[in-house]
């Protein structure tokens, strides 16, 4: 449930090797007669835990997110666009770092230990997830690279990539989809510079958790935190979608932000949950080695909101290769409004025959039935 909704800046730090790793496209994987699995030229030895299938091996790698006019790299540009030119630092250059191309494989501490997941919590189950063996496994979330980007240094970034969840197949859920994390981190000056007698306050304090706050926060800290992420997503999901965009936020629980929310906004009449967010548990921040910080965090899926905004129907028609269905995505600016037709897709007989199943006629059975 937990990590189900959190599916739902260029300057270049210094980055551990493995996290830098630029993931190629095309098949990547496979999993031999020998007791091994193979990805990105890595042997990964299986165990009792190990269930990844060739059909998902073969999409690791597809980046989709990354292919120039694909309505999920529309989307991931629209957003970073918006990111550079919104958030900047004194020299005028980008505050928000974006990385796109981090490997796909991770190590279940950095999926859920470093997130402080606890150890009996339902989202680590094997049916739940795509495990390599018990060390390794196909992230769930791009959640799983954020203790080792703030490791790193960087205090504001966005990531970008494909996760993995072991689901039932419909025209709303697939196992293989998109993620984007966003994370910024404040220190006291940053936080406090724009208000008056701003040097009075503080960050951190001995004190309670709340339902609002954390022990070790103070209230104004986390106040001016939780107001600056829904400014911020405010402003992104107006930009996507346009002015006059009505937002609410729900309380709900995520085990690495306290307070957290889920942002729904009112797209033609329906509330529709587009993102989860929160203040970042201190510990978390902490552990990563930034403790004389205070932040906030964000994850959104690339699939919700392109379907929301071009009206894409079905999420496997994501990964179709019909000419029919991407060539309505061919536009000279990332931000030019869009509908799906599928009518442009389909024969008169084509629309009779698969009314109800018109994915069969833009995809292979495969994917259909993966």
């Known amino acids: 449930q937990v990590i189900l909704h959190l599916r739902m800046g260029l300057h270049i730090l210094r980055i551990p090797t493995h996290s830098r790793q630029s993931v190629p496209s095309g098949f990547a994987a496979s999993v031999p007669c020998s007791n091994t699995v193979e990805l990105f030229g890595k042997s990964y030895p299986q165990d009792d835990?190990?269930?990844v299938t060739e059909k998902i091996l073969s999409k690791v790698g597809k980046n989709l997110h990354n292919k120039k006019h694909h309505p999920l790299w529309l989307i991931k540009e629209q957003v970073k666009d918006h990111f550079y030119k919104q958030y900047t630092g004194r020299r005028?250059?980008?505050?928000?770092?974006?990385?796109?191309?981090?490997?796909?494989?991770?190590?279940?501490?950095?999926?859920?230990?470093?997130?402080?997941?606890?150890?009996?919590?339902?989202?680590?189950?094997?049916?739940?997830n795509y495990y390599l063996n018990r060390d390794h496994m196909l992230r769930a979330h791009t959640s799983?690279?954020?203790?080792?980007?703030?490791?790193?240094?960087?205090?504001a970034f966005l990531a970008v990539g494909d996760v993995y969840r072991r689901d039932t197949i419909d025209s709303t859920h697939y196992p293989v989809f998109?993620?984007?994390e966003g994370v910024r981190l404040f220190s006291c000056h940053e936080l406090f510079s724009s208000i008056k007698d701003g040097e009075s306050f503080q960050l951190f304090e001995q004190g309670h958790r709340t339902a609002h706050k954390q022990e070790c926060h103070t209230m104004e800290a986390v106040r001016l935190v939780e107001f600056n992420l829904k400014q911020v997503l405010t402003k992104l999901m107006t930009h996507i979608f346009g002015d006059g965009l009505q937002v609410r936020w729900v309380e709900c629980y995520f085990p690495?932000?306290?307070?957290?929310?889920?942002m729904e906004i009112n797209f033609q009449g329906e509330w529709l949950e587009v993102l989860g967010c929160g203040v970042m548990e201190q510990q978390l921040v902490n552990s990563a080695g930034a403790q004389d910080k205070i932040g906030w965090a964000f994850g959104l899926g690339l699939e919700r909101l392109a379907m929301i905004l071009y009206d894409i129907p079905d999420i496997r028609l994501f990964w179709s290769e019909d000419e029919r269905?991407?060539?309505?995505?061919?536009?000279?600016?990332?931000?030019q409004k869009i509908k799906f037709q599928l009518h442009r897709c389909l024969?008169?007989?084509e629309l009779v025959e698969h009314k109800s199943a018109y994915c069969c006629c833009l995809l292979p059975f495969s994917l259909v039935c993966l």
């Open 49 to 51: 835990y190990t269930n």
């Open 92 to 128: 005028g250059n980008p505050l928000f770092s974006v990385y796109d191309g981090l490997s796909p494989v991770v190590t279940v501490q950095q999926n859920f230990d470093k997130l402080l997941v606890p150890r009996d919590h339902a989202s680590r189950r094997k049916e739940d």
């Open 178 to 180: 998109h993620q984007m």
């Open 325 to 335: 269905f991407l060539k309505q995505f061919i536009v000279p600016h990332i931000s």
């Open 256 to 262: 690495f932000t306290h307070p957290s929310f889920e």
């Open 347 to 349: 024969t008169k007989y």
């Open 144 to 155: 799983a690279h954020q203790w080792d980007l703030i490791h790193s240094g960087l205090d």
